[in-house]
C-alpha cells in the first residue's frame, strides 16, 4: 500500500472511531499519524463532524484537545457544531446557542443561533443574528433579551446563557423599506441556507 493510502486508510478510520465514540482508539489512531483534520472526499467531513453529528461528548472533548479545528465546514457548508443536538457538546465547542427572531412579525418563531464563546461581541451578536433571519443590521433600532432588557453591548453579550430568546427591534418608519419586507420575510421557505442543508 501507497503511503498516501496509508494515510486516507487511517483518516477513514479515525473518523469511524470518532463516529462510534471509540476515544482509545481515536488516541492509538492520532498517536500512528493520522490527520485530525482531514476531510472526507466526497461529503468534506473530519472526525470533529462525526463525533458531533453522533453526540459522542468524549471523543468531543479528546479531538479538541488534541487540535481539531472545529471551524472546518463541510462539503454543504455546515460546522461541527450545527450537526449536534446536545448543550452539553455545544459547550465542549465553545459555542453559545441563542434563540432569536424578529420583533413583531406575523412568524414569531425563534431561530438559534451558534456563537463561539471567545469572540462574543456585540457586533458578531448583531451580524449574525441579521444574517440568519434575513434583515440588514442598519434596520435594527435595538437587540432585546425577552421579556424586557437591552442588550447594548459587549459585557451585556458576555452574559448571555445558552438558548437566551432575543428579538431584534427594527426601527418603525414609513418609508422604511423593510415595512414591505417584513410581511414577505416570513414567506421565505427558510431564512438560513446552511439550516436547509442539515441532515437529521
Not at 91 to 115: A, S
Not at 164 to 188: C, G, H, I, M
Amino acid at each position: 500500500m501507497s503511503g498516501a493510502a496509508e494515510a486516507r486508510e487511517l483518516e477513514e478510520r479515525l473518523r469511524e472511531a470518532a463516529a462510534l465514540g471509540d476515544v482509545e482508539e481515536v488516541r492509538r489512531l492520532l498517536g500512528q499519524g493520522a490527520d485530525i483534520n482531514s476531510r472526507n472526499e466526497i461529503n468534506g467531513w473530519t472526525c470533529l463532524h462525526w463525533a458531533c453529528k453522533r453526540n459522542q461528548a468524549q471523543v468531543v472533548s479528546c479531538l479538541l484537545g488534541a487540535g481539531a479545528d472545529k471551524h472546518i465546514l463541510t462539503a454543504t457548508g455546515e460546522l461541527a457544531a450545527q450537526l449536534t443536538s446536545k448543550p452539553d457538546i455545544w459547550k465542549i465547542l465553545g459555542e453559545l446557542v441563542l434563540k432569536v427572531r424578529v420583533q413583531n412579525l406575523r412568524d414569531n418563531d425563534f431561530i438559534e443561533i451558534e456563537l463561539d464563546r471567545q469572540e462574543l461581541t456585540y457586533q458578531d451578536l448583531l451580524r449574525v443574528s441579521c444574517c440568519e433571519l434575513g434583515v440588514n443590521p442598519e434596520h435594527v433600532e435595538k437587540i432585546r433579551k425577552l421579556p424586557n432588557t437591552l442588550v447594548r453591548k459587549d459585557k451585556d453579550v458576555a452574559r448571555l446563557q445558552d438558548f437566551q430568546e432575543l428579538e431584534l427591534v427594527l426601527v418603525k418608519s414609513d418609508s422604511s423599506p423593510f415595512r414591505n419586507a417584513a410581511s414577505t420575510l416570513t414567506e421565505r421557505p427558510c431564512y438560513n441556507s446552511r439550516a436547509s442543508k442539515l441532515t437529521y
